[in-house]
């Protein structure tokens, strides 16, 4: 099996040129990196991710811990973050909690302390004061992927905004008998994000000189199948909203399949606008708040790795807020007039 010493010796270099070439750390000009890269694949030299660690000091691997992987938004968010470290030489390991604080702590203390990690990254996770000084303790930078962190880095989108931006839309229509699905609020995950959502809500409605009813107000579990089965119940009541917005896509589509089983036209009867930019909203033509996980993702990752290329967290962590993008598709529209026969209830059926 071939060495950095063999590689060395066929690029005619120092061993020590040939290893900084390969790590892509440290000064080596253009033309000596290509000919060390030759030279490796001609003797299909393999690097050592330990030797390099030791030589270094750092592993080339960044801890990812989420609640689950089977979410969209949290695998989009890992898909993101796993590219941009895969572009820099970094490896990923990833932690899941099955969304229990007590698994949680386990991968923070018994799993992520243990490894060679360099850094970690929690997405949609809200890490305790005590959690984060552990980390920090050990010389292991942070950056989330949510809602800010008291003297952590964190990125992610403008939550309360997103859920004005969403209901200001409806309002904007001509609506003024609009629900909102929301979710139930955990304290350790998502960093309140759908309390912060329907805060959003509320204060597009507050501006729009429109009072909240507390009965249109749904929690529901960010499911589609959930979503449908308490939008069904809230759309076949006899009296009924023009619009809906849900705090996730996926809620959203679950309200538009359910008016659709009940005999309504989205968005003749009704309207639905959601957050995420969810691939199922394009296929419903679902009007949404794009907020692009994979580029949170990125973003975090790149963030970090420029913590660890500076030997340490900048002096001020902040929260930086990504961009998102509002998508008009066909779910939304002007509500129906107060007398025409959509504004029945579709529980109701004709007689005879």
């Keep these: 099996m071939a060495s950095i010493r063999d590689v060395a010796a066929l690029a005619k270099v120092s061993t020590a040129t040939a290893s900084r070439a390969l790590s892509g750390r440290g000064p080596v000009s253009p033309a000596t990196r290509e000919r060390v890269l030759r030279a490796s694949a001609e003797l299909g030299f393999v690097p050592s991710a330990n030797a390099a660690g030791l030589a270094s000091g750092r592993s080339r691997n960044i801890g990812v811990i989420v609640p689950g992987v089977d979410r969209w938004f949290f695998a989009k968010v890992v898909r993101g973050i796993s590219e941009e470290l895969l572009d820099q030489g970094y490896d990923l390991s990833l932690y899941t909690t099955g969304g229990s604080h007590d698994h949680q702590e386990k991968v923070l203390q018994d799993y992520l302390l243990r490894q060679r990690l360099d850094a970690v990254v929690p997405v949609a996770l809200e890490l305790t ?14 950056v989330g992927v949510g809602g800010a962190m008291p003297g952590t880095l ?42 912060t959502r329907q805060g959003g809500f509320e204060r ?5 000189g429109l009072v909240v009813r507390p009965e249109w107000v749904i929690t529901s579990d960010f499911t589609l199948n959930d979503a449908y089965a308490r939008a069904k119940a809230l759309l076949a009541a006899p009296e009924r909203p023009t619009a809906v ?47 692009f996980p994979e580029r949170q993702g990125a973003r975090a990752a ?40 959509s504004r029945r209830s579709a529980a109701s059926p004709s007689p005879g």
């Design 204 to 208: 597009a409605m507050a501006q729009a």
């Design 129 to 142: 004061t005590r959690e984060r000084e552990r980390l920090v303790a050990i010389g292991r930078p942070i």
């Design 154 to 195: 964190t990125v992610g989108i403008d939550q309360e905004a997103a859920g004005a931006l969403a209901t200001g839309h409806l309002t904007g229509l001509g609506h003024r008998h609009i629900a909102h699905l929301t979710a139930g609020k955990d304290p350790h995950r998502d960093f309140g994000l759908t309390g």
């Design 302 to 341: 790149a963030r970090l790795l420029q913590q660890l290329a500076h030997d340490g967290a900048p002096d001020e962590p902040q929260h930086e807020t990504v961009a998102t993008d509002f998508v008009v598709r066909s779910s939304t529209a002007v509500p129906p007039s107060p007398g025409s026969r």
């Design 245 to 291: 917005f849900a705090a996730s896509d996926e809620m959203a589509v679950g309200t538009i399949l359910a008016a659709r089983d009940l005999g309504l036209r989205v968005p003749d009867d009704l309207s639905v606008v959601g957050i995420d930019g969810h691939e199922l909203g394009d296929v419903v033509g679902l009007t949404t708040v794009a907020q």
